[in-house]
Protein backbone atom coordinates (compact mmCIF):
# COMPACT_ATOMS: atom_id res chain seq x y z
CA UNK A 1 0.00 0.00 0.00
CA UNK A 2 3.16 2.57 0.87
CA UNK A 3 4.92 1.67 -2.05
CA UNK A 4 1.46 2.36 -4.16
CA UNK A 5 0.80 5.59 -2.17
CA UNK A 6 4.20 6.96 -2.98
CA UNK A 7 4.49 5.73 -6.83
CA UNK A 8 1.16 7.58 -7.66
CA UNK A 9 1.87 10.85 -5.63
CA UNK A 10 5.61 10.71 -7.90
CA UNK A 11 3.14 10.19 -11.09
CA UNK A 12 1.16 13.41 -10.49
CA UNK A 13 3.80 15.39 -8.50
CA UNK A 14 7.08 14.85 -11.00
CA UNK A 15 4.99 16.38 -14.04
CA UNK A 16 3.77 19.12 -11.62
CA UNK A 17 6.67 19.68 -10.27
CA UNK A 18 8.16 20.59 -13.95
CA UNK A 19 5.27 22.46 -14.46
CA UNK A 20 5.98 24.81 -11.75
CA UNK A 21 9.47 25.05 -12.69
CA UNK A 22 8.76 26.05 -16.34
CA UNK A 23 6.59 29.02 -14.87
CA UNK A 24 8.87 30.68 -12.25
CA UNK A 25 11.78 31.00 -15.19
CA UNK A 26 9.44 32.49 -17.21
CA UNK A 27 9.07 34.88 -13.88
CA UNK A 28 12.09 35.54 -13.40
CA UNK A 29 12.05 38.00 -16.50
CA UNK A 30 9.46 40.22 -15.03
CA UNK A 31 12.53 41.02 -12.44
CA UNK A 32 15.29 41.34 -14.57
CA UNK B 1 -15.22 -7.61 -17.86
CA UNK B 2 -14.45 -3.39 -18.67
CA UNK B 3 -17.88 -2.63 -17.47
CA UNK B 4 -17.64 -4.29 -14.05
CA UNK B 5 -14.48 -2.82 -13.62
CA UNK B 6 -16.42 0.74 -13.64
CA UNK B 7 -19.17 -0.16 -11.82
CA UNK B 8 -19.40 1.71 -8.30
CA UNK B 9 -19.82 -1.56 -6.24
CA UNK B 10 -16.21 -2.30 -7.29
CA UNK B 11 -14.74 0.63 -6.29
CA UNK B 12 -15.77 0.46 -2.48
CA UNK B 13 -12.74 0.63 -0.93
CA UNK B 14 -11.54 -2.60 1.09
CA UNK B 15 -10.88 -2.02 4.97
CA UNK B 16 -7.37 -0.30 5.67
CA UNK B 17 -7.73 1.37 2.59
CA UNK B 18 -5.16 4.93 2.85
CA UNK B 19 -7.53 7.39 2.18
CA UNK B 20 -4.25 9.73 0.93
CA UNK B 21 -4.17 7.10 -2.59
CA UNK B 22 -7.42 9.58 -3.83
CA UNK B 23 -6.38 12.88 -3.86
CA UNK B 24 -3.68 11.30 -6.02
CA UNK B 25 -6.22 9.90 -8.59
CA UNK B 26 -8.27 13.00 -8.49
CA UNK B 27 -5.65 15.03 -9.15
CA UNK B 28 -4.26 12.98 -12.33
CA UNK B 29 -7.84 13.80 -13.92
CA UNK B 30 -7.80 17.42 -12.57
CA UNK B 31 -3.82 18.26 -13.98
CA UNK B 32 -4.91 16.57 -17.65
CA UNK B 33 -8.42 19.14 -17.75
CA UNK B 34 -7.10 22.05 -16.43
CA UNK B 35 -5.13 22.02 -19.71
CA UNK B 36 -8.01 23.95 -21.33
CA UNK B 37 -6.69 27.42 -19.36
CA UNK B 38 -3.57 26.79 -21.96
CA UNK B 39 -5.27 26.11 -24.88
CA UNK B 40 -4.26 29.83 -26.06
CA UNK B 41 -0.73 28.24 -27.09
CA UNK B 42 -2.57 26.43 -30.08
CA UNK B 43 -4.45 30.19 -31.29
CA UNK B 44 -1.64 31.58 -33.12
CA UNK B 45 -0.26 28.75 -34.91
CA UNK B 46 -3.59 27.53 -36.01
CA UNK B 47 -3.80 30.52 -37.83
CA UNK B 48 -1.01 29.72 -39.94
CA UNK B 49 -1.88 26.12 -41.13
CA UNK B 50 -1.50 27.01 -44.65
CA UNK B 51 0.70 29.62 -44.40
CA UNK B 52 2.82 28.05 -42.04
CA UNK B 53 5.38 30.99 -40.83
CA UNK B 54 2.17 33.51 -41.94
CA UNK B 55 -1.04 33.83 -41.83
CA UNK B 56 -2.15 32.99 -45.50
CA UNK B 57 -5.71 34.67 -47.00
CA UNK B 58 -7.41 30.67 -46.41
CA UNK B 59 -6.01 30.56 -42.93
CA UNK B 60 -8.41 30.69 -40.12
CA UNK B 61 -8.13 34.25 -37.87
CA UNK B 62 -8.15 34.80 -34.31
CA UNK B 63 -11.87 35.82 -33.69
CA UNK B 64 -12.80 31.85 -35.34
CA UNK B 65 -10.34 30.24 -33.40
CA UNK B 66 -10.89 32.00 -30.19
CA UNK B 67 -14.86 30.49 -30.47
CA UNK B 68 -12.86 26.56 -29.51
CA UNK B 69 -12.35 27.72 -25.97
CA UNK B 70 -15.65 29.48 -25.19
CA UNK B 71 -17.59 26.47 -26.66
CA UNK B 72 -15.24 24.35 -24.51
CA UNK B 73 -15.82 26.49 -21.39
CA UNK B 74 -19.83 26.89 -21.70
CA UNK B 75 -19.75 23.26 -22.18
CA UNK B 76 -17.65 22.47 -18.90
CA UNK B 77 -20.43 24.33 -16.76
CA UNK B 78 -23.48 22.51 -18.98
CA UNK B 79 -22.20 19.41 -18.66
CA UNK B 80 -21.39 19.70 -15.15
CA UNK B 81 -24.74 21.03 -14.67
CA UNK B 82 -26.67 18.56 -16.53
CA UNK B 83 -24.12 15.31 -15.71
CA UNK B 84 -23.68 16.04 -12.52
CA UNK B 85 -26.41 13.41 -10.93
CA UNK B 86 -25.62 10.83 -13.65
CA UNK B 87 -21.48 11.03 -11.82
CA UNK B 88 -23.52 10.94 -8.80
CA UNK B 89 -25.10 7.80 -9.37
CA UNK B 90 -22.32 5.81 -11.48
CA UNK B 91 -20.02 7.00 -9.30
CA UNK B 92 -16.26 8.53 -9.81
CA UNK B 93 -14.14 5.45 -11.78
CA UNK B 94 -16.91 5.66 -14.55
CA UNK B 95 -17.27 9.40 -14.56
CA UNK B 96 -13.75 9.64 -14.83
CA UNK B 97 -13.19 7.03 -17.78
CA UNK B 98 -15.91 9.02 -19.23
CA UNK B 99 -14.26 12.27 -19.05
CA UNK B 100 -10.98 10.68 -20.14
CA UNK B 101 -12.67 9.30 -23.32
CA UNK B 102 -14.55 12.80 -24.28
CA UNK B 103 -11.54 14.96 -23.63
CA UNK B 104 -8.83 13.38 -25.40
CA UNK B 105 -11.44 12.25 -27.97
CA UNK B 106 -12.22 15.72 -28.40
CA UNK B 107 -8.51 16.48 -29.16
CA UNK B 108 -8.53 13.82 -31.53
CA UNK B 109 -11.58 15.06 -33.34
CA UNK B 110 -10.00 18.40 -33.49
CA UNK B 111 -6.93 16.91 -35.30
CA UNK B 112 -8.42 15.33 -37.74
CA UNK B 113 -10.67 18.76 -38.31
CA UNK B 114 -6.88 20.60 -39.17
CA UNK B 115 -6.32 17.23 -41.29
CA UNK B 116 -9.43 18.38 -43.46
CA UNK B 117 -9.15 22.42 -42.24
CA UNK B 118 -12.86 21.71 -40.87
CA UNK B 119 -13.06 24.23 -38.33
CA UNK B 120 -16.41 23.37 -37.26
CA UNK B 121 -14.62 20.15 -36.40
CA UNK B 122 -12.37 22.09 -33.93
CA UNK B 123 -15.69 23.41 -32.75
CA UNK B 124 -17.31 20.03 -32.19
CA UNK B 125 -14.45 18.51 -30.97
CA UNK B 126 -12.23 20.19 -28.48
CA UNK B 127 -15.40 22.41 -27.77
CA UNK B 128 -18.20 20.29 -27.16
CA UNK B 129 -16.51 16.74 -26.64
CA UNK B 130 -14.19 18.13 -24.99
CA UNK B 131 -15.73 20.65 -23.40
CA UNK B 132 -17.68 17.52 -21.81
CA UNK B 133 -14.97 16.09 -20.59
CA UNK B 134 -13.92 18.98 -18.89
CA UNK B 135 -16.90 19.02 -16.68
CA UNK B 136 -17.60 15.26 -16.13
CA UNK B 137 -13.79 15.30 -14.96
CA UNK B 138 -13.89 18.42 -13.09
CA UNK B 139 -16.76 17.38 -10.88
CA UNK B 140 -15.93 13.55 -10.93
CA UNK B 141 -13.81 13.69 -7.67
CA UNK B 142 -15.25 15.82 -5.73
CA UNK B 143 -17.95 14.25 -3.96
CA UNK B 144 -15.47 11.35 -3.50
CA UNK B 145 -13.06 13.20 -1.68
CA UNK B 146 -15.52 15.08 0.70
CA UNK B 147 -16.83 11.18 1.80
CA UNK B 148 -13.07 10.16 2.17
CA UNK B 149 -12.16 13.26 4.26
CA UNK B 150 -14.89 14.72 6.27
CA UNK B 151 -12.69 16.19 8.80
CA UNK B 152 -10.73 18.03 6.44
CA UNK B 153 -13.39 18.62 3.27
CA UNK B 154 -11.63 22.19 2.43
CA UNK B 155 -7.86 20.90 1.99
CA UNK B 156 -9.00 17.73 0.25
CA UNK B 157 -11.26 19.09 -2.55
CA UNK B 158 -8.29 22.02 -2.76
CA UNK B 159 -5.96 19.62 -3.43
CA UNK B 160 -8.29 18.10 -6.54
CA UNK B 161 -8.73 21.67 -7.54
CA UNK B 162 -5.45 23.02 -7.16
CA UNK B 163 -4.70 20.27 -10.54
CA UNK B 164 -6.86 22.19 -12.61
CA UNK B 165 -5.37 25.32 -11.51
CA UNK B 166 -1.81 23.59 -12.19
CA UNK B 167 -2.89 21.65 -15.65
CA UNK B 168 -1.50 24.95 -17.78
CA UNK B 169 1.53 24.92 -16.22
CA UNK B 170 1.90 21.81 -17.75
CA UNK B 171 0.56 22.02 -20.65
CA UNK B 172 1.54 25.09 -22.25
CA UNK B 173 5.65 24.49 -21.88
CA UNK B 174 4.43 20.90 -23.18
CA UNK B 175 2.56 21.99 -25.72
CA UNK B 176 5.18 24.45 -27.08
CA UNK B 177 7.91 22.02 -26.93
CA UNK B 178 5.99 19.29 -28.77
CA UNK B 179 4.64 21.92 -31.90
CA UNK B 180 8.46 22.81 -32.34
CA UNK B 181 9.49 18.70 -31.74
CA UNK B 182 6.69 17.98 -34.79
CA UNK B 183 7.69 21.40 -36.84
CA UNK B 184 8.54 20.38 -40.54
CA UNK B 185 8.25 22.61 -43.89
CA UNK B 186 5.14 21.84 -44.66
CA UNK B 187 3.52 21.82 -41.25
CA UNK B 188 3.80 23.86 -38.07
CA UNK B 189 3.31 20.91 -36.02
CA UNK B 190 -0.10 21.74 -34.16
CA UNK B 191 -1.85 18.55 -35.59
CA UNK B 192 0.43 16.10 -34.13
CA UNK B 193 0.46 17.71 -31.00
CA UNK B 194 -3.28 17.53 -30.52
CA UNK B 195 -2.87 13.78 -31.31
CA UNK B 196 -0.25 13.05 -29.22
CA UNK B 197 -1.43 15.42 -25.90
CA UNK B 198 -4.86 13.26 -26.33
CA UNK B 199 -2.72 9.92 -26.36
CA UNK B 200 -1.02 11.25 -22.69
CA UNK B 201 -3.95 12.95 -20.91
CA UNK B 202 -5.72 9.70 -21.82
CA UNK B 203 -2.98 7.50 -20.39
CA UNK B 204 -2.45 10.19 -17.92
CA UNK B 205 -6.53 10.20 -16.61
CA UNK B 206 -6.04 6.30 -16.34
CA UNK B 207 -4.24 6.51 -13.63
CA UNK B 208 -6.69 8.31 -11.76
CA UNK B 209 -9.29 5.64 -13.19
CA UNK B 210 -7.19 3.03 -11.75
CA UNK B 211 -6.31 4.33 -8.42
CA UNK B 212 -10.30 6.01 -7.08
CA UNK B 213 -11.95 4.66 -4.81
CA UNK B 214 -15.41 5.58 -2.66
CA UNK B 215 -15.42 4.72 1.13
CA UNK B 216 -17.79 1.90 2.30
CA UNK B 217 -21.20 3.53 3.66
CA UNK B 218 -20.33 3.57 7.27
CA UNK B 219 -16.60 4.37 6.95
CA UNK B 220 -15.34 7.47 8.94
CA UNK B 221 -11.59 7.79 9.67
CA UNK B 222 -9.84 6.02 12.33
CA UNK B 223 -10.63 7.93 15.78
CA UNK B 224 -12.91 10.49 14.09
CA UNK B 225 -16.67 11.04 15.26
CA UNK B 226 -19.01 13.56 13.66
CA UNK B 227 -19.26 16.58 15.94
CA UNK B 228 -22.38 16.55 18.14
CA UNK B 229 -22.20 20.49 17.80
CA UNK B 230 -21.57 21.11 14.67
CA UNK B 231 -20.60 24.98 13.33
CA UNK B 232 -22.38 27.16 12.16
CA UNK B 233 -23.48 26.82 8.91
CA UNK B 234 -22.07 23.62 9.20
CA UNK B 235 -25.18 20.89 8.25
CA UNK B 236 -25.47 17.57 9.60
CA UNK B 237 -28.62 16.93 7.12
CA UNK B 238 -28.74 16.77 3.39
CA UNK B 239 -30.36 18.39 0.13
CA UNK B 240 -31.18 16.28 -2.70
CA UNK B 241 -30.19 18.31 -5.93
CA UNK B 242 -33.51 19.10 -6.93
CA UNK B 243 -34.31 20.44 -4.05
CA UNK B 244 -31.09 22.48 -3.45
CA UNK B 245 -31.72 24.99 -6.34
CA UNK B 246 -35.29 25.94 -4.86
CA UNK B 247 -33.29 27.29 -1.99
CA UNK B 248 -32.11 30.71 -1.91
CA UNK B 249 -28.79 29.45 -0.47
CA UNK B 250 -28.11 27.41 -3.98
CA UNK B 251 -29.02 31.06 -5.41
CA UNK B 252 -26.91 33.51 -2.91
CA UNK B 253 -23.74 31.00 -3.52
CA UNK B 254 -24.40 31.21 -7.31
CA UNK B 255 -23.51 35.02 -7.03
CA UNK B 256 -20.39 34.44 -4.66
CA UNK B 257 -19.23 32.26 -6.85
CA UNK B 258 -20.18 34.37 -10.29
CA UNK B 259 -18.86 37.73 -8.50
CA UNK B 260 -15.59 36.39 -7.14
CA UNK B 261 -14.49 34.04 -10.37
CA UNK B 262 -15.49 37.55 -12.70
CA UNK B 263 -13.76 39.54 -10.54
CA UNK B 264 -10.40 37.02 -11.10
CA UNK B 265 -11.24 35.53 -15.19
CA UNK B 266 -11.25 38.96 -16.45
CA UNK B 267 -7.70 40.27 -15.23
CA UNK B 268 -6.23 36.68 -15.87
CA UNK B 269 -7.47 37.09 -20.05
CA UNK B 270 -5.91 40.53 -20.12
CA UNK B 271 -2.83 40.33 -18.08
CA UNK B 272 -0.31 40.47 -20.40
CA UNK B 273 -1.75 43.68 -22.30
CA UNK B 274 -2.52 45.34 -19.02
CA UNK B 275 0.59 45.12 -17.04
CA UNK B 276 2.57 46.88 -20.48
CA UNK B 277 0.21 49.44 -21.04
CA UNK B 278 -0.09 50.41 -17.35
CA UNK B 279 4.10 50.32 -17.47
CA UNK B 280 4.32 51.26 -20.58
CA UNK B 281 7.91 50.80 -22.18
CA UNK B 282 9.02 49.35 -18.74
CA UNK B 283 7.44 45.65 -19.16
CA UNK B 284 8.42 43.76 -22.31
CA UNK B 285 6.69 41.36 -24.28
CA UNK B 286 8.39 38.54 -22.47
CA UNK B 287 7.92 40.14 -18.94
CA UNK B 288 4.79 40.01 -19.14
CA UNK B 289 4.65 36.44 -20.02
CA UNK B 290 6.89 35.53 -16.86
CA UNK B 291 3.58 38.12 -15.30
CA UNK B 292 1.07 35.87 -16.64
CA UNK B 293 2.95 32.44 -14.99
CA UNK B 294 2.91 34.14 -12.04
CA UNK B 295 -0.55 34.95 -11.62
CA UNK B 296 -1.49 31.09 -12.90
CA UNK B 297 1.43 29.64 -10.18
CA UNK B 298 -0.79 31.99 -7.49
CA UNK B 299 -4.20 30.81 -9.03
CA UNK B 300 -3.07 26.99 -8.29
CA UNK B 301 -1.20 27.79 -5.02
CA UNK B 302 -4.58 30.08 -3.82
CA UNK B 303 -6.72 26.83 -4.47
CA UNK B 304 -4.84 24.61 -1.95
CA UNK B 305 -3.68 27.23 0.85
CA UNK B 306 -7.22 28.56 0.99
CA UNK B 307 -9.55 25.63 0.87
CA UNK B 308 -7.33 24.20 3.56
CA UNK B 309 -7.58 27.68 5.32
CA UNK B 310 -11.66 27.06 5.26
CA UNK B 311 -10.96 23.79 7.33
CA UNK B 312 -10.34 26.44 10.28
CA UNK B 313 -12.02 29.68 9.77
CA UNK B 314 -14.87 28.21 7.79
CA UNK B 315 -16.26 28.67 4.84
CA UNK B 316 -18.11 31.79 5.25
CA UNK B 317 -15.33 33.84 6.76
CA UNK B 318 -12.87 32.59 4.13
CA UNK B 319 -15.37 34.46 1.47
CA UNK B 320 -15.55 37.24 3.38
CA UNK B 321 -11.94 37.40 3.45
CA UNK B 322 -12.11 37.23 -0.65
CA UNK B 323 -14.28 40.03 -0.57
CA UNK B 324 -13.14 42.34 1.51
CA UNK B 325 -9.40 42.02 0.79
CA UNK B 326 -10.65 41.81 -3.40
CA UNK B 327 -12.42 45.14 -2.92
CA UNK B 328 -8.99 47.01 -0.82
CA UNK B 329 -6.92 45.90 -3.72
CA UNK B 330 -8.76 45.88 -6.72
CA UNK B 331 -9.45 50.07 -5.16
CA UNK B 332 -5.48 50.41 -4.51
CA UNK B 333 -4.36 48.89 -8.17
CA UNK B 334 -5.24 52.25 -9.88
CA UNK B 335 -2.74 53.95 -6.98
CA UNK B 336 0.01 51.41 -7.54
CA UNK B 337 -0.03 51.90 -11.23
CA UNK B 338 -0.13 56.02 -10.65
CA UNK B 339 3.48 55.21 -8.64
CA UNK B 340 4.87 53.16 -10.88
CA UNK B 341 5.40 50.27 -8.57
CA UNK B 342 5.84 46.78 -10.75
CA UNK B 343 6.65 45.40 -7.18
CA UNK B 344 3.75 46.14 -5.27
CA UNK B 345 0.87 46.36 -8.97
CA UNK B 346 2.24 42.40 -9.05
CA UNK B 347 2.21 41.45 -5.55
CA UNK B 348 -1.80 42.90 -5.53
CA UNK B 349 -2.66 40.74 -8.58
CA UNK B 350 -0.74 37.68 -7.36
CA UNK B 351 -2.81 38.01 -4.30
CA UNK B 352 -6.10 38.72 -6.18
CA UNK B 353 -5.81 35.33 -8.39
CA UNK B 354 -4.94 33.62 -5.24
CA UNK B 355 -8.34 34.28 -3.87
CA UNK B 356 -9.52 33.89 -7.40
CA UNK B 357 -8.58 30.07 -7.28
CA UNK B 358 -9.35 29.78 -3.91
CA UNK B 359 -13.06 30.74 -4.77
CA UNK B 360 -13.24 27.46 -7.13
CA UNK B 361 -11.53 25.43 -4.27
CA UNK B 362 -13.66 26.28 -1.29
CA UNK B 363 -16.95 25.90 -2.97
CA UNK B 364 -17.48 22.41 -2.83
CA UNK B 365 -16.38 22.19 0.92
CA UNK B 366 -19.05 25.10 0.98
CA UNK B 367 -21.68 23.12 -0.63
CA UNK B 368 -20.85 20.53 1.46
CA UNK B 369 -21.78 22.89 5.10
CA UNK B 370 -24.47 24.08 3.75
CA UNK B 371 -26.55 21.05 1.64
CA UNK B 372 -24.37 18.15 3.24
CA UNK B 373 -22.67 15.58 1.52
CA UNK B 374 -25.25 13.79 -0.29
CA UNK B 375 -25.79 14.48 -4.19
CA UNK B 376 -22.93 17.14 -3.18
CA UNK B 377 -21.27 16.37 -6.48
CA UNK B 378 -24.55 17.21 -8.56
CA UNK B 379 -25.28 20.56 -7.23
CA UNK B 380 -21.76 21.46 -7.62
CA UNK B 381 -22.20 21.02 -11.21
CA UNK B 382 -24.89 22.37 -11.00
CA UNK B 383 -23.54 25.98 -9.50
CA UNK B 384 -20.79 25.96 -12.05
CA UNK B 385 -23.04 27.13 -14.28
CA UNK B 386 -21.82 30.58 -12.32
CA UNK B 387 -18.50 30.21 -14.16
CA UNK B 388 -20.02 29.71 -17.78
CA UNK B 389 -21.48 33.34 -17.15
CA UNK B 390 -18.36 34.78 -15.29
CA UNK B 391 -16.50 33.54 -18.17
CA UNK B 392 -18.55 36.24 -20.47
CA UNK B 393 -19.00 38.62 -18.30
CA UNK B 394 -15.38 39.10 -16.72
CA UNK B 395 -13.44 39.43 -20.00
CA UNK B 396 -16.56 41.48 -21.54
CA UNK B 397 -16.41 43.73 -18.54
CA UNK B 398 -12.76 44.30 -18.82
CA UNK B 399 -12.24 44.33 -22.23
CA UNK B 400 -15.27 46.45 -23.65
CA UNK B 401 -15.05 49.00 -20.47
CA UNK B 402 -11.20 49.51 -21.33
CA UNK B 403 -12.03 50.05 -25.35
CA UNK B 404 -14.85 53.00 -24.13
CA UNK B 405 -12.61 54.35 -21.98
CA UNK B 406 -9.36 54.37 -25.12
CA UNK B 407 -12.47 55.75 -27.22
CA UNK B 408 -12.99 58.49 -25.08
CA UNK B 409 -9.30 59.64 -24.98
CA UNK B 410 -8.13 58.08 -22.08
CA UNK B 411 -4.34 57.06 -22.28
CA UNK B 412 -3.52 53.47 -22.33
CA UNK B 413 -2.27 53.34 -18.57
CA UNK B 414 -5.60 54.56 -16.73
CA UNK B 415 -7.87 52.60 -18.95
CA UNK B 416 -7.99 50.21 -16.36
CA UNK B 417 -8.86 52.47 -13.26
CA UNK B 418 -12.63 52.53 -13.96
CA UNK B 419 -12.75 48.45 -14.18
CA UNK B 420 -11.41 47.92 -10.87
CA UNK B 421 -13.39 50.17 -9.59
CA UNK B 422 -16.48 47.83 -11.58
CA UNK B 423 -14.61 44.88 -10.01
CA UNK B 424 -14.84 46.18 -6.54
CA UNK B 425 -18.70 46.77 -7.05
CA UNK B 426 -18.78 42.95 -8.09
CA UNK B 427 -17.22 42.19 -5.12
CA UNK B 428 -19.35 44.13 -2.68
CA UNK B 429 -22.30 42.27 -3.88
CA UNK B 430 -20.61 38.95 -3.59
CA UNK B 431 -19.97 39.96 0.17
CA UNK B 432 -23.65 40.84 0.62
CA UNK B 433 -25.13 37.49 -0.40
CA UNK B 434 -22.17 35.61 1.35
CA UNK B 435 -23.17 37.84 4.60
CA UNK B 436 -26.76 36.70 3.79
CA UNK B 437 -25.77 33.42 4.23
CA UNK B 438 -28.32 31.14 6.24
CA UNK B 439 -28.45 27.33 7.01
CA UNK B 440 -31.45 25.65 4.64
CA UNK B 441 -34.98 25.51 5.84
CA UNK B 442 -35.71 22.25 7.11
CA UNK B 443 -38.97 21.79 4.56
CA UNK B 444 -35.74 21.73 1.92
CA UNK B 445 -33.76 18.25 4.10
CA UNK B 446 -34.16 14.68 2.08
CA UNK B 447 -35.78 12.60 4.42
CA UNK B 448 -35.14 9.09 2.47
CA UNK B 449 -31.57 6.73 2.11
CA UNK B 450 -28.44 8.20 1.54
CA UNK B 451 -26.47 5.13 0.96
CA UNK B 452 -26.34 5.29 -2.89
Known amino acids: M ?24 NALKLFQ | ?38 FSTFNLPLTKLIGHSHSAPADWDLKQVGWIFSIAIVFLGSSAAVFGRWVERV ?52 STLIKWFPDRPGMATGMAIMGFGGGALIAAPLSVMLMAHFKTAVSNGVLETLVTMGVIYFMFMMIGVYAVRVPAPDWKPAGWSAPSHPKQLVT ?25 VTAGIGVLGQASPMIQEIFSGRVTPAAAAGFVGLLSLFNMGGRIIWATTSDYI ?15 LYSTVPTLGHLGSIPLFVAAFCIILSMYGGGFATIPAYLRDIFGTYQVGAIHG ?40 IMCGLLLIGFLCNYAMRAVDEKYHYRGSTQS
Open chain 1, 2 to 25: KVRLVLLWVAVGIPLLWGVMKTLE
Open chain 2, 1 to 38: MASSFLDRENTVAPPGFNRFLVPPAALAVHLSIGQAYA
Open chain 2, 91 to 142: GPRRSMFTAALCFSGGFIVSAFGIHLRQLWLLYLGYGVLGGCGLGIGYISPV
Open chain 2, 236 to 260: TANVSVDMAWRTPQFWLLWVVLCMN
Open chain 2, 314 to 328: GRRNTYMVFFLLGIL
Open chain 2, 382 to 421: RLLTAWSVAGVLGPVLVNYIRQYQIDNGVPKAQAYSVTMY
